[in-house]
């Protein structure tokens, strides 16, 4: 397992959010920063629940940007078949913004990060004093895994969707690159002036 700081965080974002992303960093919907025009494409009554949740350390989960530790989650699978009344997303239109745990630290930003997803009663908060062990603390097993239901493991979903949550903005400088679905996605991308060597095609990221 690498260490800590070479571990990659995905964030899912519509690709109409990138220039925005390229000018101002990653931003919360609360900073003076935000995007005015931002295209959400989340379930909004878990992001109402989220806003609501407080964490152990008194502060809400809704004054975080959370990221995954991993691509293809069962949120993204919700967004591409415009589940739980979510409109439906093409793979085409939805991008991946990559940072990293060292990334994040040397944006001097505070974080939490969990072993599952962040509303579970079930799932174990940390702090910046455990980040050293992030590696260990975490399954990365269960969050790689290309599917989620095993009724030999009912906790698999919980444990994938472990998240990185932090809190504030971060920089462009933050921002590794961007992984997409196709030549057609890459190719916009490009168009809003990112070079070639930051965007990434996979389409196994998505469903």
């Not at 690498?2 to 571990?7: F, P, R």
């Not at 072993?115 to 702090?127: E, R």
């Given at each position: ?36 025009n931002y ?69 001097d930003v ?24 992030l590696p ?72």
């Open positions: 397992m690498a260490k800590s700081g070479k571990i990659y965080l995905y964030r899912m974002t519509h690709i109409e959010n990138v220039p925005h992303l390229l000018a101002h960093g990653i931003t919360h919907r609360a900073s003076t920063r935000a995007n005015a295209v959400s494409i989340g379930d909004s009554s878990l992001i109402s629940t989220r806003n609501d949740f407080l964490l152990d350390n008194g502060r809400r989960l809704g004054d975080y940007i959370p990221f995954y530790f991993g691509t293809r989650m069962p949120m993204l699978y919700v967004i591409q078949k415009g589940f739980n009344d979510v409109p439906a997303q093409s793979a085409e239109q939805i991008v991946y913004c990559v940072s990293s745990v060292g990334k994040v630290r040397e944006a505070d974080f939490v990060f969990t072993d599952g997803h962040a509303v579970d009663t079930f799932s174990t908060q940390y702090t910046e004093q455990d980040v050293e062990q260990e603390l975490l399954d990365f097993k269960a969050i790689k895994a290309k599917y989620w239901k095993d009724d030999n493991d009912l906790d698999l979903k919980r444990r994938k969707e472990a998240e990185f949550l932090v809190l504030g903005d971060l920089p462009v400088t933050a921002i590794l690159g961007f992984i997409v679905y196709n030549e057609a996605a890459k190719t916009r991308l490009k168009a809003m002036g990112l070079p070639d060597q930051q965007i990434h095609i996979d389409d196994k990221a998505y469903f």
